[in-house]
C-alpha cells in the first residue's frame, strides 16, 4: 500500500450507551483510533422526503489492516460523518481494509 494514497486523517468512533439521571439513554461516540485513509466516493442517491431533499453517498474508506473494526463503528473526517456498513479484507494479506460507508448529505 503505498503511504501517499492515505492522504486523509479520520477518527475511528465507537457508539457507548448510558443512562441519564431521568433513566434516558443517552448515546456518546468516542474516539478509539485516528488514522491515515483513502476517502472514494462510489454513488449518490437523493430522495424527497417530509419535502425536504435528503442525500445518502456511498463512500470507501481505505485504511491500514487493523483488527478492531466493526460494523456498529463510524468514521469522522472534519464534519463529515461515515457510518460503517462492511468491514473487508480484500486480498486477505492483513494489509488493508476498505470500509464500505454512507453519509447522510442534507
Known amino acids: 500500500m503505498r503511504a501517499g494514497r492515505l492522504r486523509h486523517v479520520i477518527d475511528l468512533q465507537r457508539k457507548s450507551v448510558a443512562a441519564n439521571a431521568f ?3 443517552v448515546v456518546t461516540w468516542r474516539t478509539y483510533a485516528q488514522v491515515h485513509a483513502a476517502v472514494e466516493a462510489q454513488t449518490g442517491a437523493e430522495a ?10 456511498t463512500v470507501q474508506i481505505v485504511i491500514r489492516h487493523r483488527r478492531d473494526v ?14 460503517i456498513n ?17 453519509e447522510d448529505v442534507v
Open 23 to 25: 433513566g434516558e439513554e
Open 48 to 57: 424527497l422526503a417530509m419535502h425536504e431533499i435528503h442525500g445518502t453517498a
Open 70 to 83: 466493526r460494523v456498529a463503528d463510524r468514521a469522522v473526517l472534519g464534519d463529515r460523518v461515515f457510518e
Open 86 to 102: 462492511g468491514v473487508a479484507d480484500v486480498d486477505g494479506r492483513g494489509v488493508e481494509l476498505q470500509l464500505a460507508c454512507t
